[in-house]
């Protein structure tokens, strides 16, 4: 089981990304998505996590109103839409799958059993 994480890339303050998570070897429908980031000598972040069946979504309150975790699972693909970002948004960004439609705490880390490679998003001022 893998996640892969992509596009990732350099775009200016204030541009706009769209981040997608595919998997191998695994469905991700009916499973709840997470996303975190982590900058250079920071700790990891909680970003965004939607649960299996996309009905609740919830962001990091660093990112909301400008970010939206979505999915399509009959694509097998979660996704991140980033929009007005800012400098201290660049990192690498991962995406996590688990075992259940839902969490208590979807921010905590430790509920996703599968992950991957990130995708590194660097936002020039």
């Known amino acids: 089981v893998q996640l892969q994480a992509s596009g990732g890339g350099l775009v200016q303050a204030g541009g706009s990304l769209r981040l997608s998570c595919a998997a191998s070897?695994?469905?991700?429908?009916?499973?709840?998505m997470a996303w975190f980031r982590q900058a250079p000598g920071k700790e990891r972040q909680f970003v965004a996590a939607?649960?299996?069946?996309?009905?609740?979504?919830y962001h990091g309150d660093s990112v909301k109103a400008r970010f939206t975790v979505f999915r399509a699972n009959a694509k097998n693909t979660g996704y991140l839409q980033m929009n007005s970002l800012k400098p201290e948004d660049t990192a690498v960004y991962y995406c996590?799958?688990?075992?259940?439609?839902?969490?208590?705490?979807?921010?905590?880390?430790?509920?996703?059993?599968?992950w991957g490679q990130g995708t590194l998003v660097t936002v020039s001022s």
């Open positions: 996590e799958s688990g075992d259940r439609n839902t969490y208590y705490d979807f921010g905590y880390s430790g509920n996703y059993a599968y």
């Open positions: 070897g695994r469905t991700l429908s009916g499973f709840a």
């Open positions: 939607i649960n299996g069946r996309g009905s609740n979504r």
